[in-house]
């Protein structure tokens, strides 16, 4: 079975500020690995999807690696924004369901 | 405008009353799939269906039921809800594939007292 691990559980820095959040996991026979935006109260936003032939992944200010042979991500922000506050989960799937981790709680501080 | 709907968005019941939240997605993916999530437990499959009158259990289905008669819905059903069924409960739907990429539901908070 999976198992998803994410680095640190929390984080809290001022505005402005380049992070990096990880995720490591267990199996590396995976298609694909997915970054979501979790709200307080509210569902999961994809923010990037990595296909298992690719080493990464950008979407604005976002970058996301995969090292899929050492079952790591790296999800990347730059420049960071109060509105980047939420948690972000890494998702792989090896197919029939994705698996998760609990998540890094941002915090961005103005 | 692509979407997957559940609902309700909240409920409160008591043990035992027999409850359905739906599912319904837009979008013609065949794989749909239920997740519940607790605090310090992240986020667990229990149920997915990869097409219609296809499910299969993911790795918490006790007390949980469901059904995928068309392709567009796939209800969550408990039977004799218990207090330990309290959770924050997500649908979530894909193209089954290699760059399957998953949307979810807003979510159900359910509280069983």
């Known amino acids: 079975k999976q198992e998803v691990t994410q680095i640190p559980a929390a984080l809290s820095v001022p505005e402005g500020e380049n992070l990096v959040l990880n995720c490591s996991f267990t199996?590396?026979?995976?298609?694909?690995l997915q970054w979501f935006r979790q709200d307080p109260g509210k569902g999961l936003t994809s923010l990037l999807l990595i296909q298992s032939s690719q080493r990464e992944q950008t979407s604005g200010r976002l970058n996301a690696s995969l090292d899929k042979s050492s079952g790591r991500s790296t999800l990347y922000i730059a420049a960071s924004q109060p509105g980047d506050s939420a948690t972000y989960l890494c998702?792989?799937?090896?197919?029939?369901?994705?698996?998760f981790g609990t998540g890094t709680s941002l915090t961005v501080i103005p | 405008e692509a979407q997957v709907t559940q609902n309700p968005r909240y409920l409160i019941t008591v043990t035992g009353k027999k409850l359905t939240v739906t599912c319904s997605q837009n979008m013609n993916h065949e794989y749909m799939s239920w997740y519940r999530q607790d605090p310090g437990l992240g986020l667990r499959q229990i149920y997915y269906s990869m097409n219609v009158e296809v499910t299969d259990k993911g790795d918490v289905p006790e007390g949980y039921k469901v059904s995928r008669k068309e392709k567009r819905n796939f209800p969550l059903i408990l039977e004799s809800p218990s207090p330990n069924q309290t959770s924050l409960y997500f649908c979530a739907t894909a193209y089954e594939g290699a760059s399957t990429e998953a949307f979810f539901g807003q979510g159900t908070r359910l509280t069983v007292v």
């Open positions: 998702a792989p799937y090896p197919g029939g369901q994705f698996y």
């Open positions: 199996d590396s026979a995976i298609y694909n």
